[in-house]
């Protein structure tokens, strides 16, 4: 390991299991101390445990490394508040937040239930929205007092986010949401020395090894495990770094060995005839623009 976190202090949602785990670890490994922020939920987000958190926090410390759990629903505002909190009673201080909690319910679009829609916008797109939103005030409020931090926020995106994905019409419009919120963020706390990224993982957790089973299938024995969580945390380490100085508004997929720089909504094919279309004129202009663009991704589990 070569201690790229040394003393900086991390906060990860959803880190009592799958991905988050491994960011948990991985940045400990790295040096930093981690505030390991899980609800214990099953894959469906119902119920709840400490003991996933804890389970992780006890794990770093076995291995010399600190951490603190925290246990708060940071879909609320005072869970979100605290998790910031808790790190800086813990650790006096807070350097990089990543927003990675969530879970699946998913439904084809005429049987997703209205709480199905709600459930899950609350835990992706809330549950990324209010840690941010308290741990920029904090950030923000150093920067006025003369202490500019060097603070990055890492935000977890998906495939589904990016392309779409048969099936889960409401986590795909969250994780698409996200990466609007990254841009917005980016833009915003520049100027107090926050670095704001998101990444689109594909990883075997609880959300995907049954619904992508075939793909997240664990392979044969001595043969590289693409699929391993442990793979995507050594870009969330880099990015809660320092050394990833100069680095925001960025989005990448990160799959076993592989990472992408993803490049989204650019301008492609214009025209412009400076008066107001006809409708039955701007039907073959559309259709000559599309001739010229490049074609469209396939939805994920389109037929």
């Given at each position: 390991?070569?201690?790229?976190?040394?003393?900086?202090?991390a906060?990860?949602?959803?880190?009592?299991?799958?991905?988050?785990?491994?960011?948990?670890?991985?940045?400990?490994?790295e040096?930093?101390?981690v505030?390991?922020?899980?609800l214990?939920?099953?894959a469906?987000?119902?119920g709840?445990?400490?003991?996933?958190?804890q389970?992780v926090?006890?794990e770093?410390?076995?291995?010399?490394?600190?951490?603190?759990?925290?246990?708060?629903?940071?879909?609320?505002d005072?869970g979100?508040?605290?998790?910031?909190a808790?790190?800086?009673?813990?650790?006096?201080?807070l350097d990089a937040?990543?927003?990675?909690?969530?879970?699946?319910?998913?439904?084809?679009?005429v049987?997703?239930?209205?709480?199905?829609?709600?459930?899950?916008?609350?835990?992706?797109?809330?549950g990324?929205?209010?840690?941010?939103?308290?741990?920029?005030?904090?950030?923000?409020?150093?920067?006025?007092?003369g202490?500019?931090?060097?603070?990055?926020?890492i935000?977890t995106?998906?495939?589904?986010?990016l392309?779409?994905?048969?099936?889960?019409?409401?986590?795909s419009?969250?994780?698409?949401?996200?990466?609007?919120?990254?841009l917005?963020?980016?833009?915003e706390?520049?100027?107090?020395?926050?670095?704001?990224n998101?990444i689109?993982?594909?990883?075997?957790?609880?959300?995907t090894?049954?619904?992508?089973?075939?793909?997240?299938?664990?392979?044969?024995?001595?043969?590289?495990d693409?699929?391993?969580?442990?793979n995507?945390?050594?870009l969330?380490?880099?990015?809660?770094s320092?050394?990833?100085?100069?680095?925001?508004?960025r989005v990448?997929?990160?799959?076993?060995?592989?990472?992408?720089?993803?490049?989204?909504?650019?301008?492609?094919?214009?025209?412009?005839?400076g008066?107001?279309?006809?409708?039955?004129k701007?039907?073959?202009?559309?259709?000559?623009?599309?001739?010229?663009?490049?074609?469209?991704?396939?939805?994920?589990?389109?037929r």
């Open positions: 390991m070569t201690g790229i976190c040394t003393g900086r202090v906060a990860v949602t959803g880190a009592g299991r799958g991905l988050g785990r491994a960011h948990a670890l991985a940045l400990a490994a040096g930093a101390a505030v390991v922020n899980d214990g939920v099953a469906d987000g119902a709840a445990s400490t003991g996933p958190a389970q926090v006890e770093i410390r076995a291995h010399g490394g600190r951490a603190v759990a925290h246990t708060g629903d940071i879909t609320t005072d979100a508040g605290s998790l910031v808790t790190a800086l009673d813990a650790f006096g201080r937040l990543v927003n990675n909690a969530g879970f699946l319910r998913d439904r084809m679009l049987n997703l239930d209205e709480d199905d829609w709600d459930a899950v916008m609350r835990v992706h797109l809330k990324h929205f209010l840690p941010l939103k308290h741990a920029a005030a904090h950030w923000r409020a150093e920067a006025k007092a202490r500019t931090p060097d603070a990055r926020v935000n995106s998906s495939g589904a986010g392309l779409g994905s048969v099936g889960q019409g409401n986590y419009a969250a994780k698409a949401g996200i990466l609007g919120l990254t917005v963020a980016a833009a706390l520049g100027r107090y020395g926050v670095q704001t998101a689109a993982p594909a990883a075997r957790t609880r959300m090894e049954q619904t992508f089973a075939e793909t997240m299938a664990t392979p044969a024995e001595g043969a590289f693409a699929m391993a969580p442990e995507v945390s050594p969330v380490v880099w990015l809660a320092a050394d990833s100085t100069g680095v925001t508004g990448f997929e990160a799959e076993g060995g592989r990472i992408t720089v993803m490049e989204g909504w650019r301008p492609g094919p214009t025209t412009d005839q008066a107001r279309w006809a409708p039955a701007v039907g073959q202009a559309v259709r000559d623009l599309l001739t010229a663009a490049e074609p469209a991704q396939p939805v994920y589990g389109a």
